[in-house]
Nanobody, 123 residues
């Protein structure tokens, strides 16, 4: 089992920045590809970005490319999401997830999920 806990969400104005963290415990963190997803009210959970086990491969959805940066520190069992130039349409609950794959953009490939952290961007 892998336990994931997100933090860092909050309320920010349009154009602002936030940094989310995902702390992992349980199994060996570096054995898992990691990803961030988000879910807005009334919408399906969507893929944002994924990072490989070593951090060498990163994949972004077009909607966040150039604005969001994913990273991980395997020595701290923690993954991060740096979010810049935030827009009102980025408002959602943000989830981190772990996959036994090297990395993936498909939510069905993820085995473990955090409880989510709310990000609200005001216009």
């Amino acid at each position: 089992q892998v336990q994931l806990v997100e933090s860092g969400g909050g309320l920010v104005q349009s154009g602002g920045s936030l940094r989310l963290s995902c702390a992992a415990s349980g199994r060996t963190f570096s054995d898992y590809g990691m990803g961030w997803f988000r879910q807005a009210p009334g919408k399906e959970r969507e893929f944002i970005t994924s990072i490989s086990r070593s951090g060498g491969i990163r994949y972004y959805a077009d909607s966040v490319k150039g604005r969001f940066t994913i990273s991980r520190d395997n020595s701290k069992n923690t993954m991060y999401l740096e979010m810049n130039s935030l827009k009102p349409e980025d408002t959602a609950v943000y989830y981190c997830a772990a996959t036994k794959e090297v990395y993936s953009r498909y939510k069905t490939m993820y085995d473990y999920w955090g409880q989510g952290t709310q990000v609200t961007v005001s216009s």
